[in-house]
């Protein structure tokens, strides 16, 4: 089985040694989609990393920082027209305030209305709490890939953005808890994409490793019961689906 790696979902640029993270990422040949949480950072790194081979930046505003930068979403909305990778975008609905929600939603709308006008993006989405808004705003007939990034939704949810054609991708943390491992058992194999999520989880919070990767595999391994070289081979096939390989 041949060694093939990637990362649907990190933030390289939330190191402190960024370009050491990239060098690394670069020389393991690992396909990954760096997701940026702000128009203006996408646009920053895009400029200072150019001709990279394995790191994509995506286009992001994370819902989190939506409000607070609402200034920036018509910066987003300018550049949807040349970025092939959204994220991260979404809604998270930790926040109870009603006009926070909103601009999340405002912005959310607005992001998916022009990628389906455009079409063939591919988006990585944040959904916290926020599922079925999320799952609402996107629909069934979106124009371009959606990838629901650590999914933690209900079952109803999932088996309607299954429905849907949505992608999950999976992270350890995921792999670790007893939701995840519930969500993940009813996630269709051929749906399933790997992400790290660093920093966030507990293997990336401090240092960047393509260590996630088999430790994702075993998981996806123990939980649906198949040997871990299906499991590579199908998660390969799977990325190759998403970029239309």
């Known amino acids: 089985m041949d060694n093939f790696r990637y990362d649907t979902h990190m933030h390289v640029d939330l190191y402190k040694n960024t370009k050491q993270v990239i060098d690394y990422i670069e020389e393991n040949k690992s396909y990954t989609i760096a997701v940026t949480n702000l128009p203006i950072l996408y646009e920053k790194y895009c400029k200072q990393y150019q001709n990279l081979k394995y790191v994509r930046f995506a286009l992001g505003l994370h819902p989190e920082l939506a409000f607070q930068y609402k200034e920036q979403i018509p910066l987003m909305i300018e550049q949807i027209k040349s970025a092939k990778y959204i994220g991260e975008v979404g809604l998270d609905y930790v926040t109870t305030d009603t006009d926070n929600r909103e601009t999340q939603r405002i912005a959310f709308r607005k992001l998916i209305e022009q990628c389906d006008k455009y079409g063939g993006k591919i988006l990585s989405v944040h959904s916290r709490r926020a599922a079925k ?89 123990r939980i649906k019961g198949i040997d871990v070289d299906s499991v590579k081979k199908i998660l390969k096939n799977n990325f190759k689906s998403l970029l239309d390989i």
């Open 133 to 221: 808004d999320v799952i609402s705003i996107i629909g069934d007939s979106f124009n371009g890939k959606i990838i629901l990034h650590w999914f933690s939704g209900t079952l109803r949810e999932l088996l309607t953005a299954v429905k849907n054609g949505y992608y999950f991708s999976v992270n350890v943390d995921m792999i670790n808890s007893k939701n995840g491992t519930e969500l993940i058992r009813n996630m269709p194999l051929d749906k399933i994409l790997l992400e790290s999520d660093a920093p966030f989880t507990k293997y990336t919070k401090n240092t960047y490793s393509l260590d996630f990767i088999l430790k994702v595999e075993e998981g996806l391994s």
